[in-house]
């Protein structure tokens, strides 16, 4: 038992070092598990022989994914991607499977190994990219719908695969294979090709009628005992149940799960089935990765290395040029069709299985596979990087390129306003201002944040706002204000210092993205600094206090007070902050000053406040309380 406990405890510490140090050098928890189990593994030799059963157990995170994947997604929603689905991916599993048999002959491997081997590559990781585009937040772009959906198909094509593997055995490699006994249990391997498929289509049909029938009256049913474990053991029994249902009958577990998660897509309980099952997809996804680290043979690899980089990098670059070739075909342009591209140009966990499969029926030699193993977790290992690549180097020259091929449009009239930055924060400005007749002119270095203002008949002009002559040609030196919205906080803070400097006479406003952005426009110069979220705040703390009894006026009194509190320290707080290493941070000092601010606040919160009248607001009554909550009283008004 202390052997687990150890072992246990170095994947958590391998994971709890690696994980950080990789995102915050911007590498991805993908990359930092996978080093980390490099790490403890062939370097440091922590962990054993182990890696690979437990790299079994570690799959089931796959199958939790996509159980989550469909959460995500109803069957109308499965139904609107049919043609990326079997399109995009049909073609790229059989291009890949061709392209791959016929290098594998040029190499000078039989047919029938060299299609397996084909078939092997033409599979992708679902765990790396699922993962990443999820980390990353790029699942719902074009190039992430359409990897994912070429990830489905193959995890449906895993299922042919499997049954063709046996037919391409090689009699002088049968006998020379052991069991290792690791073959899976299924209840069909030995019925009649119709009575298998009857089984099939009835645990698929279980699946489904199940889902939608009998899992909500489960789940109300478990509800009902208020054990929040219990709840938990429900969505784990579920998931693992339908792995072992479609493990029985042949099927891949992960695309079950997916099913499953797509039939409970619009169940009142999706939401808290996310919440209990993320957990632990999340734990078993990382423990994968470090056992593929882990997992990597450094005695046959330093043997071969040349042979299994150039293989690896091989593998990259033929699935790269298929998959590029797909997403012209079915015009994933831009940014997207390179997101497609690199994000699917490796292979995936599923080919382990097929390796297994192909030596265990006299397919592929047993150094044979060793190679490929190898060649598998290397392009594994190396798709991060390819992430990266996309981040660093493709998406900039896209964004930068679709700016930049424009010139900044002529301003054709000048105005005693001008707005620079007209993203969610400057469009608003810009809708008050235009409904008070006020004239203004617009200026913003994004294509798509111009179009949304010219749609609704505002006039605006594409151009960065920071450039000097741009300012000139929109009439600063005759304005009498400059509202300045950028995104981009150092732009802004370099906007407000040129404004003040050579036009001292127009009035600057300024939007902040925190108090410590606040404190470096004012002392930048600008007149007028409001933080984005301020009164938003607010306004829904005001409506929270409502909807706890507080009369409407009397919680308007309070928001008014918080405002008239803050202001009345502010220049305060403003000076102390400069004082502190030239206004970089915040300080001990700064920090007694905000929590006499607090004080303050309190107190004001607790003044003798005027009865509101009625005159002065619509006919209230506060909100009814529950029964049984005899506790939970209301605060006094």
């Known amino acids: 038992m202390t052997a687990y406990f150890v072992q246990a405890f170095i994947y958590l510490l391998a994971a709890v070092i690696a994980v950080p140090l990789a995102k915050r050098f911007g590498l991805g928890s993908v990359l930092g598990y996978l080093v980390a189990g490099v790490v403890i593994g062939p370097i440091l030799g922590l962990v054993g022989q182990e890696t690979t059963t437990i790299q079994h157990f570690a799959e089931f995170g796959v199958v939790m994914m996509l159980f989550l994947v469909g959460l995500e997604l109803d069957p109308k929603g499965l139904w609107a991607m049919r043609v990326r689905l079997l399109g995009l991916g049909g073609l790229q599993v059989v291009l890949t499977a061709a392209a791959g048999t016929f290098i594998a002959v040029w190499l000078g491997l039989v047919f029938q190994t060299a299609l397996a081997v084909g078939l092997i590559f033409a599979l992708s990781s679902t765990a790396i990219v699922l993962q990443t585009l999820n980390e990353k937040g790029l699942g719902k772009t074009e190039g992430g719908r359409s990897a994912f959906s070429v990830l489905l198909f193959q995890d449906i094509a895993v299922i042919p695969m499997l049954a063709f593997i046996p037919l391409l055995a090689l009699p002088e490699l049968m006998g020379a294979v052991n069991d290792d006994g690791h073959a899976s249990f299924n209840l069909v391997s030995h019925l009649p090709g119709w009575v298998h498929a009857l089984v099939v289509i009835t645990a698929i049909g279980a699946v489904v009628v199940g889902g939608y029938y009998m899992v909500p009256l489960l789940f109300r049913y478990v509800i009902s005992s208020g054990l929040r474990e219990v709840f938990t053991a429900t969505a784990l029994m579920l998931v693992v149940g339908i792995a072992a249902l479609m493990s029985l009958v042949n099927l891949s577990p992960a695309l079950g799960a997916f099913l499953a998660g797509v039939v409970l897509a619009n169940s009142e309980f999706k939401h808290e089935l996310e919440a209990n099952i993320e957990p632990f997809k999340g734990l078993l ?254 306004e829904l703390g005001g409506d929270a206090l409502t909807a706890l009894g507080v009369h409407p006026m009397r919680a308007k009194q309070m928001t008014w007070a918080f405002v008239n509190n803050e202001e009345a320290h502010e220049d305060e707080l403003f000076a102390t902050w400069k004082e502190i290493e030239g206004g970089n941070n915040f300080g001990p000092r700064y920090s007694e000053l905000f929590m006499k601010l607090e004080e303050a606040l309190n107190t004001a919160m607790h003044q003798d406040w005027p009865e509101p009248q009625r005159e002065d607001v619509p006919i209230w009554s506060p909100p009814e309380v529950a029964d049984d909550s005899e506790n939970a009283q209301p605060p006094a008004p």
């Open 285 to 538: 996804l990382g423990l994968f990765f470090i056992t593929v680290g882990a997992g990597i043979n450094f005695s046959v690899l330093a043997a071969e290395w040349a042979t299994v980089l150039s293989l690896g990098l091989a593998v990259i670059v033929v699935k790269g040029v298929i998959l590029l070739g797909l997403a012209l075909l079915f015009r994933v342009h831009g940014s997207n069709g390179w997101l497609f591209t690199l994000s699917l140009a490796q292979a995936g966990e599923f080919g382990f299985v097929l390796l297994t499969y192909s030596v265990q029926n006299s397919v592929i030699p047993t150094e044979l596979s060793e190679i490929l193993s190898l060649v598998v977790a290397l392009s594994m290992f190396l798709t991060p990087l390819l992430f990266i690549a996309y981040d660093r180097l493709v998406l900039p020259r896209y964004r930068s390129a679709k700016n930049d091929e424009r010139e900044a449009d002529t301003i054709e009239e000048q105005a005693p306003v001008i707005v620079a930055g007209v993203g969610r924060f400057g469009q608003i400005i810009c809708r008050l201002l235009r409904a008070n007749n006020i004239p203004i002119v617009a200026l913003d270095h994004e294509i798509e944040q111009i179009e949304n203002l010219r749609k609704i008949n505002i006039k605006s002009y594409f151009g960065d706002a920071s450039r000097s002559d741009l300012l000139e040609t929109a009439g600063i030196e005759t304005a009498r204000l400059i509202v300045i919205a950028l995104d981009d906080r150092e732009r802004a803070l370099q906007m407000v210092k040129h404004v003040k400097q050579y036009y001292p006479n127009v009035w600057v406003l300024a939007r902040a993205f925190d108090r410590g952005h606040s404190y470096q426009l004012r002392d930048a110069g600008a007149d007028d600094v409001v933080s984005e979220t301020y009164h938003s705040a607010l």
